[in-house]
C-alpha cells in the first residue's frame, strides 16, 4: 500500500530477477511477481519443464503431481497438473495433500516419466516450493536443471500457455500400495512399543500412524495440537524438528505417557527425527548423525543383500564408513543432497544426511523418506526393548568400536547473499593452520561443490552456502578414540573419551566462530 513502512522495498524483492530453478526445485515465499510462488510462476515453470520432457521424447507418457497443505499448494498442484495435461502428458494427481516419499514412490511405481511436488518442506510458513523428480524416481540433478531453467526462460507469458481441466485424480490405492511396502520393512517379530509422534502441523500423521498399525505397531499417541494439517504452523515459530522448541510438545507427551521412542517427522513428512529418553529420565532429541548411524547399524545387520552399500554425505558423521568396513560393506560419500545420495552407486540399502534425511527403502523410494524410517527406527527399538537395551545402548556400542563421533553446526545467517561467498573465499585464500591447537589442512572442493573442508587429527570442518536458506553453514567433528580396557571399566573409558570429545568440539566451535565474525 502507498506509503506502507517498506512497501517499496518489498516491491523491488518481488521484482528482483526471477526465482532460480536448481537441483532443489524452486522454493521461495507465496506473493505476487517474479521472485514469489504464485500460480504465474508455477504456470511458466511447468511449460519449461513439459517442453524439456517432451526434447527428451517424453510426450504422452505418465507425470505424478503432489502436494503438501501449505498456502497455495492445492492450487499451485492444478496448475502444474493442467499445464501439463494440455502439453500432451499423461498428469494425474495425488488424491489430496500427502507425504512427499509418496510422491517419488508413486513416480518409480507408475513408471513415470516424472514427478512434481508442491511443497516447502519445512520452510517458513510463508514460504511454498516446486520439486521435480526424474524418472528414475529421484530428485534432479545437473545438467537438467540448467536445462530446465533455459527452457523457462524460453517459456511465453503465463496467459498464453495452455492449461487444460479434468486432470485425473489417482484413488487412495497408490497410498496403499506405498503403505505395504512400507509395512514390510521391519525384520523383527517384536511390537510391544508405545510411540509418542508429531507431524507438526504437516501431512503426515495419518500416513504414519497408517503405516505404524500395519506394520504392528498400534500403541501410538499423536500429538494433537499438531495432528492436523496447518500451513500457520501456531505452535511452532518455525516446523523444522531441528530447530530449539520444535519438539518440546513431542517430548511433553513422550514423558506423560511413558513412550519408548518419539519421532517427529517435518512437514512434508520426508525427513524423520528421534527422541529418547536419557539415561537421567529425561527427554532428548538425537542428533541426525546419532540417527543415521543407529539404523545404518540396523540395516547393515539385518540386509540380505548379497554387496550392500551405504552412503553419507561429505558433511555427514563419517562413523558410518568404519560401520561399514566392520560389516563387509561399501561405503560411498557424495555431496550434500539426496539427489546425490540416491545415485551412490549400485545396491544401495541405505543412505542418510545429518539434517535428518534418512533412506531405508531405496528399492522403492529413491529420496529421502521420514514413514519409513520411522517405522525401521520402531523395528530397531522393540527388538532391543524386547532384549532389555534400548538405542541408547547401541551408540555406546558403537562408540566404543568405532570411536566417539561428535557433531555440531556454526551457521552464519545472511541477507546479502553475496556475504556467504566473501566469507567461503576468504578462507579460501586465507585457511587456518591449526584450529583447537591442532594442526590442520585445508582442501578447496570447488569445482565439484562450493565448499571448504578443514581436517587434521581427528577433526574436520566443512564449509559451504546452504541451497535452501540464507546461510553459510559450517559443520564441525571430532572423532575421539575409546581405548581397549579390561572388562568392567568399558563404560569408564566411554565416559572419559565423550568428555574429551566434548571438549574438543567446544573448543573447535568457538574458533570456527570467532573465524566466521572476522571474515569481510
Known sequence: MRGEPGATADLADRMAG??????????????AGPNGMNTSVVVRTTAGVAAWLARHGKTGEPVVIGRDARHGSERFAMTAAEVLYA???DARLLPGPLPTPVLAFAVKHLGAAAGVQITASHNPPADNGYKLYDDSGSQIVPPSDGEIEAAIEAAPGATAVTRMPGVPVLGDEIVEEYLARVAALPVGSSRRLRVAATALHGVGADVLSRALALAGFTDVHLVADQAKPDPDFPT????????????DLLLALAQEVDADVAIALDPDADRCALGLRDRDGSWRMLRGDETGVLLGEHVLSTTNAADPLVATTIV?????????????ARYAETLTGFKWLTRAGEGLVFAYEEALGLCVNP????????????????????????????????LDDLAARHGVHLTDQVSLRVTDLSVRTKVLDAIRNAPPTTLAGIPVTAEDLSPTTDAVRISGGGLRVVIRPSGTEPKLKTYLQVVEPVPDTVTGSQKEALAKARSIAATRLAALREEVEALLSTQP
Not at 515459530?237 to 519438539?247: H, V, W
Request: charged share 25%.
Open 18 to 31: 526471477s526465482l532460480e530453478f536448481g537441483t532443489a526445485g524452486l522454493r521461495g515465499p507465496v506473493r
Open 87 to 89: 502439453a500432451g502428458f
Open 236 to 247: 511452532v515459530s518455525f516446523p523444522n524438528p531441528e530447530e530449539p522448541g520444535a519438539t
Open 316 to 328: 555427514s558423521s563419517s562413523m558410518l564408513g568404519r560401520i561399514a568396513e566392520a560389516r563387509g
Open 363 to 394: 528399492d522403492f523410494v529413491r529420496d529421502k523418506d521420514g514413514i519409513a524410517a520411522a517405522v525401521m527406527a520402531c523395528d530397531l527399538a522393540a527388538t532391543l526393548k524386547s532384549s532389555g537395551r534400548s538405542p541408547l545402548d547401541v
